[in-house]
């Protein structure tokens, strides 16, 4: 094999369009234009509409563009929490943005579970005004389980829920009832260059912002609810933003509503079937998660008898880039990116590799 | 001519090698690579000493990635300021930092001068702990006198200067031992895709970093000071970044550092000067800036007899975009960039339509 394929969870492959859509990005001066212009109003109104198409967002909930995840994280804690978030933490991810919460001084809570363990506890303290979910923690592989999150929405009316979808979305369905803030960074499933990221907040979280601006805290500056709210609706962003991620974005969601987003998540949990049945048949490997209802479908992790060092370099050699495992895993884990990218026979090259390993 | 050519004030005209390097993006897997990564680092590493080469930057000062020069303004109030700025208001850009430093509650002040003015009184509050200076207003096209930022340093030695770069760096030079931070976005004289900042800061920034923390104030999350520091040392980043962005930051720096500062500054000192001799010599305009020591040589700005339909059409149709003006000026003002992307050749047949018109 020449050539590269990414398995890492995230930056990983681009989507197989990508360097095309590069292309039309130079020819139609994508990059040259100015972010006030009626061109970037086309591209920013085209990317919102089919983004909304695909992950099937319902009317009453608005799409604002940030340059990562991570920011999103930030401007939750800043806009949408006066006192108290409560963060469910299933991994590393979710703990960061549990720390973040605690960075600006909130009096945050979180349920720890022992890594790969499901939560059982589902209480939330009162003072928590918003529950943080992470759907797919990228970590270790843990997919939240969506009856707890019904049971969530069910137990806490009140209380807003906020859907971490790093690396799940478009690829898991999500029932946006349950939710009123959702986020996900662009170099996940959506297989673009990272540098960009997704904030969808619905008309509960647009009210509850105005309760923490009248509490008089600082709600941030240029990527405050209000300002972007503001430039949204006119297909606008307060500050020059990533144009081209915007773009790209776009012409990807347009990619994959041509392939459909039922197919996507029905290919997602075949792979996913595969991989981990390839695991589990090779007794030197064993799936991190036991407990199958709470399996990512999207990040394979797995434990390696002996570490990780020979299978990494076997799959490495026939050009399959996976990732090794996160923070003290890092020996001993894999993970393997499963994303609508990664097409069905290179997950099947990979679990004959692991078969004959 | 069959294709345009981008004169506004940024997003403007992408440096011409730009489209050359996304395919080495491409083919290098650039927008694959896991920002932990080794290649990443190098690409970090690399990007960072082209752009100290480019700049000049001396010892001592750090130079870190954000994803706007609007993230600047908000990292440096959150990081650097506990009870006060205060703010050169040359123009609708320093204004808006004025206005940050406000969305945070912070008892910041500016002096204010009329459009198009020159700064008389240089007083600073005794309470601002820090000076912000727009070297390039690019709503205006207002260029601050080194001079009077010589004075500054010289009246408040123990205040740290915050210099605005952008649409100013590389194409004006900066002796760094006035200012203690500066930032710029790369969509301007780098000619880059939108999406990213950089942000320069020196040791005193880091001690008065120190001041603000055990005074108790929150510093942000991701972007604080320390997180930036602790990743840039091992040449990371704390969240997922615009990689592709750092990497063509890095390429076009190398090409520019092929053609040399001193020559790209006086070029742009040279094209700046032919179109403001094309618009005083033409009586149907009128350069914004009538005082020569302040007229910013990156974006040149003036008047227009009659309103800027005519000539911004003229231009148009030879395949020249030029910018309208800012803000209440739109309708009555063009705005010209002079990049180092646009050559003499380009900028000679500008003045002779300008002449012509």
Redesign the interface.
Known sequence: MNH?I?F?P?????YYT??DH?KSA?KE???????RSAAFQKIFESTRLSLRELLEIPDGYEIYF??????V??RI?QNLVIDSSHHFTNGSFAKKFH??AL???KNSTSTLVDDGQDFTDLSVPEKAELISVTLNETSIGFGFDMEKLKELRASYPDKLIALDGVSAFPAVKVDWQLVDTAYF?V?KCFG?????GVWIVNQRCMEKYDQVKKAGI?????H?LTDLKSNGDKNQT????????IYLLGKVCQDMLFRGAKMIQNDTIYKSTILYQALEQNPKFNPFIANKKIRSKTVIVSECEGGNAGIVKLLGDKGF?I?KGYGSFKDSHIRIANFPVHSKEQIEMICDLIAAY
Request: aromatic share 8%.
């Open positions: 590269k990414y890492t995230g930056p990983s492959q681009i990508v360097s590069l130079v001066d994508v990059m040259c234009i100015s972010h940030t340059s990562s995840a991570n920011e994280w930030e804690i720390q973040f960075s600006y001084q960074s170099q673009l260059p990272a540098g960009l600082v709600t941030g500056s240029y405050d307060p500050e020059t933003p990533n144009i081209l991620g880039v990732g």
